[in-house]
């Protein structure tokens, strides 16, 4: 269990900023909110989980079943079938619409029904170049674009996508993505029903690096049809984020009306992303930091703890703030940071990873092979596994590399073969001491 609070100044300083004697219990302010604009939303929300983990296991088990004797290469995805239960999961987590949530749950099972569905994570929408061909919400349509992007760039000498992005002119300016982005950052979820949260989430996210990583920029102004990221572009996106940080925390977040008052929550993803893809280039670092050592103990997204235990998800995002905010923090902040920041290796080696070389498997994540991905990520950034990356602390940790060596032999043993344990295995052949020896070889 995570200690109750592990930096009383720091915590106290922050909330004398936000005017508060405690944080805001943000879980509750949202449920609340959803129960006063839908009386049966408790209900909704026992009965509609279970049949949503019933959807998610009988997509599993129909892959599994269409699959079987296939050689890898033969095998297929029900992309269709799994963006449709992604968009279920959304109006069950985010909203309090009954009947979206009954809708799309039906429309899920409904698509198991034809197999034959789009193999190409860059399939697209001919009447509007859209990602995603189960999904009908335009910010899950920026997060599939983000992917498939990133699939045609890598793609030989980088490919152009078929169709035009017009699904993007909402936001296929400056002007226009402001005007867009403005009314998301508030939800009224007693009027609407609606948390606001993963929609901007998902949009920033992945306009985020468009406009931040110049190779993906670069790509998208030579190659896409839809949507020129000009420096006006930049610079009108740029303002919308500083206007977007809070002042008092330094933090990106969902905000949220309650009787006429804006409660602004601090969202350690909504963050984390926001910070890595600008690379640091950020305002506010002092109260950012105090910030992000004072909701240690809350729940996420508004702290680091799932379920009171620490998560290496979380864990890795909070390591890299860090190391981008390193040069801007105070020496107060810096030694909580190193405290924090052995507390965190600790639990990833004595609580998360097993003798064998596994990561344990916790409900957080959605794969075994994204819970070696995150383990892998962390002990990464941490600088454990590739000294490279230390920038809190003179030690060294010799016992890192036979650990690399474990978890790789591990990882490979179990055969597992979605995106998180490539990932993983990737930092892995990168990092593991055997591989830097052959590199030296050749």
């Not at 998301?184 to 468009?210: E, F, P, V, Y």
Request: glycine share 8%; hydrophobic share 30%.
């Amino acid at each position: 269990m995570l200690p109750i609070i592990r930096h009383p100044k720091t915590t106290q300083r922050v909330l004398d900023r936000i005017g508060q004697s405690q944080f805001p219990d943000f879980k509750k302010i949202i449920a609340t909110g959803f129960q006063e604009y839908e009386p049966l939303y408790p209900r909704f929300q026992k009965i509609g989980t279970r049949k949503y983990n019933r959807l998610r296991n009988k997509i599993a088990r129909k892959e599994k079943t269409v699959n079987q004797g296939k050689p890898p290469k033969d095998q297929i995805n029900l992309y269709t079938s799994r963006h449709k239960r992604i968009e279920t999961k959304w109006y069950l987590n985010l909203t309090a619409d009954i009947k979206g949530f009954r809708n799309q749950w039906h429309a899920s099972i409904e698509s198991l029904k034809d197999i034959d569905q789009p193999q190409s994570i860059a399939w697209q929408n001919p009447e509007n170049g859209a990602f995603g061909s189960g999904y009908n919400m335009f910010h899950l349509q920026c997060d599939a674009m983000i992917d498939a992007i990133g699939y045609l760039y890598n793609d030989g000498d980088s490919t152009a996508p078929e169709y035009p992005l017009d699904f993007l002119e909402p936001i296929n300016t400056g002007e226009k993505i402001t005007e867009y982005l403005t009314p998301l950052i508030t939800s009224n979820l007693r009027k609407t029903g609606i948390n606001h949260r993963d929609q901007i989430g998902a949009i920033t996210g992945s306009m985020s690096q468009l406009v931040y990583k110049s190779y993906l920029r670069d790509y998208v102004n030579t190659y896409v049809d839809g949507l020129d990221i000009t420096d006006e572009y930049k610079g009108a996106y740029t303002k919308f984020l500083d206007d977007w940080q809070d002042p008092t925390t330094g933090f990106w977040g969902a905000w949220f009306e309650v009787d006429g008052k804006i409660l602004k929550s601090p969202d350690l993803s909504l963050t984390y992303h926001t910070v890595k893809y600008r690379k640091g280039k950020i305002n506010l670092w002092e109260e950012l930091i105090d910030t992000l050592l004072a909701i240690k103990t809350q729940p996420y997204p508004f702290g680091w703890s799932v379920q009171g235990h620490m998560n290496n998800h979380n864990s890795m995002d909070v390591v890299r703030i860090m190391k981008l905010g390193w040069e801007h923090m105070t020496e107060d902040q810096k030694e909580s940071s190193v405290k924090d920041i052995e507390e965190m290796l600790d639990w990833c080696l004595n609580d998360s990873l097993e003798p064998d070389g596994t990561f344990r498997y916790f409900s957080f994540y959605n794969s075994q092979g994204d819970a070696f991905y995150y383990g892998v990520a962390f002990l990464d950034a941490v600088g454990y596994i590739n000294p490279d990356n230390l920038f809190w602390t003179d030690k060294t940790f010799p016992e890192g590399k036979g650990l690399c060596l474990k978890i790789k032999k591990r990882l490979i043993e179990m055969g597992l073969d979605n995106s998180g344990a490539q990932n993983a295995l990737d930092i892995l052949n990168r990092d593991c001491p055997c591989n830097q020896e052959e590199k030296a070889k050749s």
